[in-house]
């Protein structure tokens, strides 16, 4: 991945590499399933819904039970997602010091509303971090892997695409941030394996200790 241009910004995805929510997630994700009809393994659930949205969650059930769902069909299972969140939600291991050592405007670009990514944040002591430079797939038309999301917290913050380097876990993030002419650093010790990061175009970490080090190299005049 070399360096065309210095490092104008980070675009950090929330869930997976900022909070350790994609295993709770995946969990209520096949309960919740389970109990519309659906049963699927953790596997096929990475692969058709980890860094996606929840509009295109919904189209997916939809598409398979061959119905509409209500507009509140989502209201029985919040209650889940909270529980679980309030009770075990971490922040991803070694993320906050790798934000700490990192020089130069950060920001979050995710799939998640803007009222649970502030939750997420809030829970696990990151939105300090953050505040007031919070994106989410609600503010565009097409969520991952497009790359709206990502152009446009570019754009807010008022950085050429490539000088923007995310930070993502997943291959639709991957994708979308390829798409919009950025340099992706793909964290692998999540749901998604380290390979199918590497397949989608990105840089792999396996510790967020490396993230800095990585940035850096990334903004030396070679690119190492």
Same mark, same amino acid.
């Given at each position: 991945?070399?360096?065309?241009?210095?490092?104008?910004?980070?675009?950090?995805?929330?869930?997976?590499?900022?909070?350790?929510? #994609?295993?709770?997630?995946?969990?209520?994700?096949?309960?919740?399933?389970?109990?519309?009809?659906? *049963? =699927?393994?953790?596997? *096929?659930?990475?692969?058709?819904?980890? &860094?996606?949205?929840?509009?295109?969650?919904?189209?997916?059930?939809? $598409?398979?039970?061959?119905?509409?769902?209500?507009?509140?069909?989502?209201?029985?299972?919040?209650?889940?997602?909270?529980?679980?969140? #309030?009770?075990?939600?971490?922040?991803?291991?070694?993320?906050?010091?790798?934000?700490?050592?990192?020089?130069?405007?950060?920001?979050?670009?995710?799939? @998640? !509303?803007?009222?649970?990514?502030?939750?997420?944040?809030?829970?696990?002591?990151?939105?300090?971090?953050? #505040?007031?430079?919070?994106?989410?797939?609600?503010?565009?038309?097409?969520?991952?892997?497009?790359?709206?999301?990502?152009?446009?917290?570019?754009?807010?913050?008022?950085?050429?695409? !490539?000088?923007?380097?995310?930070? #993502?876990?997943?291959?639709? @993030?991957?994708?979308?941030?390829? $798409?919009? @002419?950025?340099?992706?650093?793909?964290?692998?010790? &999540?749901?998604?394996?380290?390979?199918?990061?590497? *397949?989608?175009? $990105?840089?792999?970490?396996?510790?967020?200790?490396?993230?800095? &080090?990585? =940035?850096?190299?990334?903004?030396?005049?070679?690119?190492?």
């Amino acid at each position: 991945m070399p360096a065309s241009e210095s490092i104008g910004l980070v675009i950090f995805d929330c869930d997976g590499v900022l909070v350790d929510s #994609e295993r709770l997630s995946i969990h209520v994700d096949r309960r919740v399933l389970a109990d519309l009809g659906w *049963q =699927l393994s953790v596997e *096929q659930i990475v692969d058709r819904f980890v &860094g996606r949205s929840a509009a295109h969650f919904r189209s997916e059930v939809e $598409a398979h039970l061959g119905r509409t769902l209500p507009d509140d069909w989502e209201a029985p299972y919040q209650g889940w997602y909270v529980e679980a969140f #309030e009770r075990d939600l971490v922040a991803v291991p070694g993320v906050s010091a790798a934000i700490d050592a990192i020089d130069g405007p950060i920001c979050v670009g995710s799939s @998640g !509303s803007h009222a649970k990514i502030r939750r997420n944040l809030g829970l696990t002591g990151l939105l300090p971090h953050f #505040e007031g430079r919070i994106f989410s797939a609600d503010d565009v038309e097409h969520g991952k892997p497009a790359p709206d999301l990502f152009l446009h917290a570019a754009a807010r913050m008022g950085v050429e695409p !490539s000088r923007c380097v995310v930070v #993502e876990d997943s291959r639709p @993030g991957v994708e979308a941030a390829r $798409a919009a @002419g950025m340099r992706v650093i793909g964290y692998g010790s &999540g749901m998604t394996s380290p390979h199918r990061l590497e *397949q989608a175009g $990105a840089t792999v970490v396996l510790d967020m200790a490396e993230l800095p &080090g990585v =940035l850096r190299r990334l903004s030396s005049p070679a690119g190492d």
